[in-house]
């Protein structure tokens, strides 16, 4: 099973900052990796897939990038609803999709 | 627009079964790989089960295969999961999402979920 790695798990920053947080995959799986935002309380929704390409609606401060099997994912100027889980997930390779651990943007 | 709206969650005792059902509204269900994806509480998220538009393939996490049955109702615009022998381990928040495209498996929008919790 590829295996992804996020870190780090929690993420300090305040408003209007820049956060940028990585998701490492333990096997080459190009850019099959989508990123996911969890608000508290609510189900995760689509921010990126093909490690780059914003979902439909996703405003230009969210951005992916991928370097081997390395991924990052910034958000500039961070909003209130931007406090909350993110996860990353890969669909190169399956059974199983596999999803990283997660890392929390807080405040 | 998309909708996916599930149901089916409660409390059950170790050992029991419940059925979870998700019905889809907003595209066309009949050509839509689906997903089950589950997060226990205050954990991550876990891809369960995942069946082909035509439920041609069936797909599971090594966790719930032989208690687990996803299907479908394309009639009905409906995605399900039987669940069997539930164990307090599948205690969770069960989601139905959508396949995002043609071309890739991102999963794309979610349900807003339903809970199960396996307790005696």
């Known amino acids: 099973d590829i295996v992804m790695t996020q870190s780090p798990a929690t993420l300090s920053v305040s408003p209007g900052e820049r956060a940028t947080f990585s998701c490492r995959a333990s096997?080459?799986?190009?850019?099959?990796v989508a990123w996911y935002r969890q608000k508290p309380g609510q189900a995760p929704s689509l921010l990126i897939y093909?490690?780059?390409t914003r979902a439909t609606g996703i405003p230009a401060r969210f951005s992916g990038s991928a370097s081997g099997t390395e991924f990052t994912l910034t958000i500039i100027s961070l909003q209130s609803e931007d406090f909350a889980l993110y996860y990353c997930?890969?669909?190169?390779?399956?059974?199983?999709?596999?999803f990283g651990g997660g890392t929390k943007v807080e405040i | 627009q998309v909708q996916l709206v599930e149901s089916g969650g409660g409390v059950v005792q170790p050992g029991g079964s419940l059925r979870l059902s998700c019905v889809a509204s907003?595209?066309?269900?009949?050509?839509?790989?689906m997903y089950w994806v589950r997060q226990a509480p205050g954990k991550g998220l876990e891809w369960a089960a995942s069946i082909t538009f035509d439920e041609t393939d069936k797909y599971y996490v090594d966790s719930v295969k032989g208690r687990f049955i996803i299907s479908r109702d394309n009639s009905k615009n409906t995605l399900y999961l039987q669940m069997n022998s539930l164990r307090v381990d599948d205690t969770a928040t069960y989601y139905c999402?959508?396949?995002?495209?043609?071309?890739?498996?991102?999963?794309?929008?979610w349900g807003q979920g339903t809970r199960v919790t396996v307790s005696s």
């Open positions: 093909d490690a780059s």
């Open positions: 999402a959508k396949k995002g495209a043609a071309w890739g498996n991102w999963f794309d929008p």
């Open positions: 997930q890969q669909y190169f390779t399956w059974p199983p999709f596999t």
């Open positions: 907003g595209f066309t269900f009949s050509r839509s790989d």
């Open positions: 096997h080459d799986i190009g850019r099959n």
